[in-house]
């Protein structure tokens, strides 16, 4: 008790039940944050790990078949899906007629750009949760330093007396749900912004590779 | 591996983040506290009142100390003795003569003189113990119970409190009551209890102001110390009054403050 009482953990223990309240709020939203920030990097990290290697087989190979049988190894990845996709509209192409050619074609690239949307959604899943930490978490802190003030000041008027060492430490108490709703503000904003940038490289990649699949189509 | 349990491990990390920062919270803002080092070297004030003589400096050069270890023992001993005296009796304010022992040029007859000395002491202390009992003025049962005050009389042979020591000691008690503020949003909270000894002159100022219960807030604690300061200087004692000191002990309760 000693030990955490001259700390901020001790301003936290001896605060009110509001601020308490919002600061478990708080808690809550940045413990879910980070674990989002956590898991998105390390998927959206697998992601880019994928779509080198893929870029890579891309030059070397001269036939869709090729391709796709190449990514045959990964299966859950939306690259292999494209590939498949495209490869089973090559299939069903009719080789005689031209023009059916390319209404084929076009068909096969409005499939890809469903599932290209669909990746897209699963990436960027979950990341409006930090998109709504990053926003609200300031205004829940500024909630409880408004109670706290709130509550300074009605002692005030009790007590009848302004020396501030009896308004400062429920003003300090009051101030700290703010420095909280920062504190789970900030990384949130940053990793939304970090993680929203690398989702669309990879769906720009994605997209890259789609078109690349999609002139097999048209040769 | 799938997706949702990918997912909870990183809660799980998460949640240890967070817990390691909380944990670091609670340190940088605590101020270092004051410790005491004791020097390696033992120099070693003892202190005597006139009345028994022994004003003499212990001190010779010509002899080498004959068993270093034991005498160092011994040495260690004396200057805890010695630091108990001045610390619980506040001696050194009596009249006083002070030696200074130079460990390494005692010689044994001399330790021989030094425990006597010691002993001599230490029946002393006995004796000052028994008679500084401690009495306990009860709080007046108005504006809720606030202080309670106990207090021991130093120097002076009463070892009962003597109504005009009480009468003194309310009359400061109520100055304390007066200034006391509880600092805001602490007012509620039942559980904070600081005890504070005070050591109060013949003047009316307070020399010396020890914590002797912390109650776990620092502000609170902070707030009882500014409490007393701000009444010092006191009262001087009443003529009739026997003594050099008074040390009042003060429990700060976040009652109701009128």
């Given at each position: 008790m000693d030990l955490i009482s001259g700390g901020v953990l001790g301003m936290i223990l001896h605060a009110g039940p509001v601020a308490k309240a919002v600061l478990a709020i708080l808690l809550f939203f940045s413990l879910v944050s980070w674990a989002i920030i956590l898991f998105k990097a390390r998927q959206l990290g697998q992601m880019e790990r994928e779509a080198n290697a893929v870029f890579s087989i891309m030059n070397d190979v001269d036939s869709l078949k090729k391709l796709t049988l190449q990514l045959?190894?990964?299966?859950?990845?939306p690259f292999y899906t494209i590939a498949l996709l495209a490869y089973e509209g090559s299939i069903k192409?009719?080789?005689?007629?031209p023009s059916r050619t390319k209404e084929n074609a076009l068909e096969v690239e409005r499939r890809l750009t469903i599932a290209i949307q669909e990746e897209n959604e699963r990436l960027e899943k979950y990341l409006s949760f930090l998109a709504t930490t990053a926003n609200t978490a300031p205004f829940v802190g500024l909630f409880g330093t408004v109670w706290g003030i709130m509550d300074s000041f009605r002692e005030i008027g009790i007590r009848g007396t302004t020396s501030l060492p009896v308004v400062a430490p429920g003003i300090s108490e009051a101030l700290i749900t703010t420095a909280f709703g920062l504190a789970t503000a900030i990384p949130a904003v940053v990793g939304y912004n970090y993680l929203l940038g690398r989702c669309r490289r990879i769906a720009l990649r994605l997209e890259n590779f789609a078109t690349y699949v999609i002139s097999f189509l048209e040769k | 591996m799938t997706k949702e349990d990918s997912f909870f491990k990183m809660l799980i990390l998460s949640l240890l983040l967070h817990m390691a920062f909380l944990v670091a919270l609670s340190?940088?803002?605590?101020k270092p506290e004051k410790k005491i080092h004791f020097p390696v070297s033992y120099s070693v004030n003892l202190v005597t009142s006139v009345?028994?003589?022994?004003?003499?400096?212990?001190?010779?050069?010509?002899s080498p100390p004959a068993h270093p270890s034991v005498r160092e023992k011994r040495v260690l001993k004396v200057k805890k003795l010695a630091e108990k005296e001045t610390v619980k009796?506040?001696?050194?304010?009596?009249?006083i003569s002070k030696k200074k022992v130079e460990p390494r040029f005692a010689t044994k007859e001399e330790l021989l003189s030094l425990e006597e000395r010691i002993r001599e002491i230490k029946s002393k202390t006995h004796y000052f113990n028994v008679s500084h009992t401690e009495s306990r003025l009860e709080p007046k049962k108005?504006?809720?119970?606030?202080f309670q005050v106990s207090s021991k009389t130093q120097?002076?042979?009463?070892?009962s409190l003597d109504p005009i020591t009480q009468a003194y000691i309310s009359e400061i008690w109520n100055r304390v009551k007066k200034a006391w503020q509880v600092p805001g949003g602490l007012a509620?909270?039942?559980?904070l209890e600081t005890v504070v000894i005070v050591k109060i002159r013949?003047?009316?100022?307070?020399v010396d102001v020890e914590i002797?219960?912390?109650?776990?807030?620092r502000i609170y604690d902070e707030s009882a110390l500014r409490t007393l300061r701000s009444v010092?200087?006191?009262?001087?004692?009443?003529?009739?009054l026997v003594g050099e000191y008074l040390e009042i002990g003060f429990r700060f309760l976040p009652g109701e403050v009128s």
């Open positions: 045959r190894t990964r299966r859950d990845s192409a009719p080789k005689e007629n | 340190f940088p803002l605590r009345g028994y003589g022994g004003g003499e400096v212990v001190k010779d050069k010509k009796r506040a001696e050194k304010e009596r009249s108005d504006g809720g119970q606030i120097g002076g042979a009463s070892s509620n909270k039942k559980n013949k003047d009316g100022r307070i002797e219960k912390r109650s776990g807030n010092d200087p006191l009262p001087p004692f009443p003529q009739s």
